[in-house]
């Protein structure tokens, strides 16, 4: 199994671009989610999906889209990006909740200038 | 913000020593768990300790968990170089689509 994985491993981004950050995971795990990790912040739940089809705001939704056609996959939008949107976004998965054990995927690493 | 919050932020050891970390919540909690993650990495869970339980062991790792005093601590015997990492722990606070609240993590340096 290949776990949970991220790309593009790091991106950089001018201001109002948007992009797609992927995520896909192997496990047949019903719930993922995304998360934005900050220096001194920890991490922060941005949106997530409990199974394919359904989808929820977490903390810090603002900006942000999600979809989830499969239980495979769980990508991340960026509509237009901000400089306050530089980050590194980690996409994580459980199999059948939030609250239980969660895998995380390596991250992306995005700078918006 | 429930947010729970560890201690110490930083944490520095020799190589050997135990290393104990503690992360304090607000309210009660259904599970709590404690993930690595090291530099440039994804987090990785350690353990689970749930809310009617006190004390769960791992290889090297210790968690204990105190209902009353609202706070978990984890040990760490005998730290190795490679346990260089930040720990987080996080809460499940319950409720429908409980998810999980991390902290904002300690940074553990173990000099070789």
């Known amino acids: 199994n290949a776990g949970v994985t991220q790309t593009p491993k790091f991106q950089v981004l001018k201001t109002g671009q948007s992009m797609t950050l992927q995520c896909a995971q192997d496990?047949?795990?019903?719930?993922m989610s995304w998360y934005r990790q900050d220096p001194g912040m920890g991490l922060r739940l941005i949106h997530y999906?409990?199974?394919?089809?359904?989808?929820d705001q977490g903390e810090v939704p603002n900006g942000y889209n999600v979809s989830r056609s499969t239980t495979e996959d769980f990508p991340l939008r960026l509509l237009s990006a901000a400089p306050s949107q530089t980050s590194v976004y980690f996409c994580?998965?459980?199999?059948?909740?939030?609250?239980?054990?969660?895998?995380f995927g390596p991250g992306t690493r995005l700078l918006v200038l | 913000s429930q947010q729970g919050e560890e201690d110490p932020q930083a944490l520095s050891i020799q190589e050997g020593e135990n290393a104990t970390m503690n992360c304090s919540y607000k309210t009660s909690i259904n599970n709590l768990q404690w993930y690595r993650q090291n530099s440039g990495r994804g987090l990785v869970h350690l353990i689970l300790?749930?809310?009617?339980?006190r004390e769960k062991h791992s290889g090297r790792l210790r968690v204990t968990l105190d209902t009353s005093k609202k706070s978990s601590s984890l040990l760490i015997t005998a730290s190795r170089a490679a346990d260089t990492a930040s720990y987080f722990c996080?809460?499940?606070?319950?409720?429908?689509?409980?998810?999980?609240?991390f902290g904002k993590g300690i940074t553990l340096s173990v000099r070789p």
């Open positions: 994580a998965s459980s199999l059948s909740g939030g609250a239980l054990t969660q895998y």
């Open positions: 996080a809460t499940d606070y319950g409720g429908a689509n409980s998810k999980l609240t």
């Open positions: 300790i749930r809310s009617n339980e």
């Open positions: 999906s409990v199974g394919a089809g359904i989808t």
């Open positions: 496990m047949n795990h019903e719930y």
